[in-house]
């Protein structure tokens, strides 16, 4: 039996969903300009910022901008020269372009893009060439974490000040591996999955604390895949899509939780692919580009994952009948705790029937079942399935 089917046989009950049960929902969103994979992305200013990567074409130096308000992809400022498998940050937006590959060999260079002037700045090189490696931000410091350098795994780090544009060596990662992912959650640094030397896709989690210099394992995330993307949210990571040879690829969402140190598996993407990249805006979960194919296969599908935080569950009125009754809510209720939240109602065909600001609920709806999601921001209000 459904929760929605539980929730008639009870009575009309008022539910705040659950992270259990619908933890993220996806929606596609507009395709990228260009398809691509090994791409990097960067979210500035609530825009998305898609830069270069490769195709059939061969290796790219294309930016392109997702405005998530109006759903719509415009052409940027292409890169001074063109590149692959290199790391993304954004610091007090700026974004930095990080080593790579450019079709011919691996790089050490550093690009800063400025998205106000348009403009890309050289910027210090990497202490050694890199690609495929993962990068983190804290307290405005880039971490630049494992990857290869065109032969073998690394195990390095550094860190980049962007203010000093100065390179430090700081502690090793434990398991050398490249194309993996890696996510800042209360100051410290989780490096997850990727590829071994050994070409077996990896699943271990690694954290990396900024004050002590200390890496210590963690829970291995459930899927071993690399060529992953991810994206934090309210404290928790989430990884998506992925490769694991030989040739298969996954639309598999699974995400951690830090301070439980355990892996919750999620909806799932509604492509396999690999070799995308991820980030945020508004609290939103965009998933774009990939591979659906080992060597081709090249996609520019952009999904958006709202991220439902709120657990409560508020009874409005049971049936003592066991049957759905009707409620009419025109009166004022309150859901304490909630002053300062936009809440957004559903019915339970999960269409957005009513939004408002404030934690007093004046609706005036027909009887019935009601769903309430509880965010932040008016914007991530999307659609909502309900299963």
């Known amino acids: 039996m459904s929760r929605v089917d539980s929730v008639l046989r009870l009575g009309v009950t008022l539910v705040f969903l659950s992270a259990a049960l619908f933890p993220i929902s996806w929606q596609v969103k507009s395709e990228m300009l260009t398809p691509r994979s090994f791409l990097g992305i960067a979210s500035v200013g609530g825009k998305l910022y898609a830069i270069g990567g490769r195709n059939s074409a061969g290796t790219l130096d294309t930016l392109e901008i997702y405005d998530q308000s109006s759903d719509t992809w415009s052409t ?3 890169m001074p020269s063109i590149r692959r498998e290199f790391g993304t940050a954004a610091v ?5 372009v990080l080593g790579g590959y450019n079709g011919t060999a691996v790089l050490s260079s550093v690009l800063e893009f400025d998205p106000e002037s348009g403009n890309w700045t050289a910027k210090s090189d990497m202490p050694a060439p890199r690609e495929d490696m ?3 931000v804290i307290n405005d410091r880039i971490y630049v974490i494992g ?3 065109g032969s073998i795994c690394v195990d390095t780090v550094y860190e980049y000040d962007p203010v000093g544009d100065v390179w430090t060596t700081k502690a090793p990662l434990p398991t050398p591996r490249n194309c993996l992912t890696a996510q800042q959650v209360n100051g410290k640094i989780y490096a997850i999955g990727g590829c071994l030397d050994t070409g077996s896709a990896s699943s271990a989690v690694e954290e990396y604390d900024t004050v002590t210099g200390l ?3 963690k829970t291995p995330m459930p899927t071993a895949r690399l060529g992953i993307a991810s994206a934090a949210v309210n404290g928790r990571i989430y990884v998506m899509g992925g490769f694991a040879p030989v040739n298969y690829f996954y639309s598999t969402v699974e995400s951690y939780d830090e301070g439980a140190d355990s892996w919750t598996t999620d909806a799932s993407m509604s492509v396999a692919r690999w070799a995308l990249a991820a980030d945020t805006a508004a609290q939103n979960i965009y998933a774009v ?4 194919l080992y060597h081709s296969g090249w996609t520019g599908l952009n999904e958006e994952a709202l991220v439902i935080v709120s657990v409560k569950e508020y009874n409005v009125e049971a ?4 049957r759905p009754r009707q409620v009419l809510f025109a009166d004022r209720m309150v859901i304490p705790g909630l002053e300062h939240e936009w809440l957004a109602v559903y019915d339970v065909h999960g269409s957005l029937v009513a939004k408002q600001r404030g934690s007093e609920i004046g609706l005036g709806l027909a009887p019935g079942v009601y769903f309430v ?3 932040q921001s008016e914007k991530p209000f999307r659609v909502i399935k309900i299963r």
């Open 76 to 78: 940027g400022n292409s």
């Open 92 to 96: 007090q937006d700026k974004i930095y």
């Open 134 to 136: 993962a990068t983190a």
């Open 147 to 149: 990857g290869d350098n």
């Open 215 to 217: 890496w210590v394992a």
């Open 289 to 292: 580009g990939g591979q659906t």
């Open 319 to 322: 049936s003592d009948e066991r």
């Open 373 to 375: 999601v509880g965010t």
